[in-house]
């Protein structure tokens, strides 16, 4: 996948109020990611879910300036960007109903993984909630675990950013 390709991808991964069901109903309906950016206000509407505040939000979102900071993160971190077009994308997870369109990948690669284990919590963890998740998955990783997050704001990225 191109660089370009891997930009619409994110954008709309980014996009507030673009969740997986809505990000495939997108991409079936236009086609591409790319597309969904080049569709008008009243085009996005027509797809069940996109009312006003999604349909203004993609056209409002700026593709250039939200992938290239993701992209040097990613970079930065040492993180993988896979979409369900990548090699490395899991075939058990692509296989799934409403797959997640995007996955963030640091360390092994994921067909490599045997027993992962997830990573679940707050979008508020208290002050202890953070100790102990973070000691509990430093432990287990050395142990051999691999541990796999949906990202989802909270305890999952704050274990990404401590590592």
Known sequence: ???????????????????????????????????????????LRQVPGVGDKVAMAISEFDVDRGTDRELGLAEKENVRIL?????????????????PPVLYVKGKALDSISFPL????????????????????????????????GLARGIDTLLIRRQ
Not at 2 to 9: G, I, M, N, R
Not at 34 to 39: E, G, I, L, R, Y
Not at 84 to 98: Q, V
């Open 1 to 43: 996948m191109s660089e370009d390709a891997l930009k619409y991808w994110l954008a709309l991964n980014m996009v507030v109020g673009v969740g997986r069901t809505i990000f495939h109903r997108l991409v079936k309906r236009f086609g591409s990611p790319k597309n969904v950016f080049s569709a008008g206000i009243s085009d």
């Open 118 to 149: 997830a990573v679940v919590g707050t979008r508020n963890p208290s002050e202890y909630g953070k100790i102990v998740a973070h000691r509990l998955c430093v432990k287990l990783a050395s142990a051999g675990f691999s541990i796999v997050s």
């Open 83 to 99: 979409t369900l077009f990548s090699g490395e994308y899991p075939d058990l997870l692509k296989s799934i109903y409403d797959p």
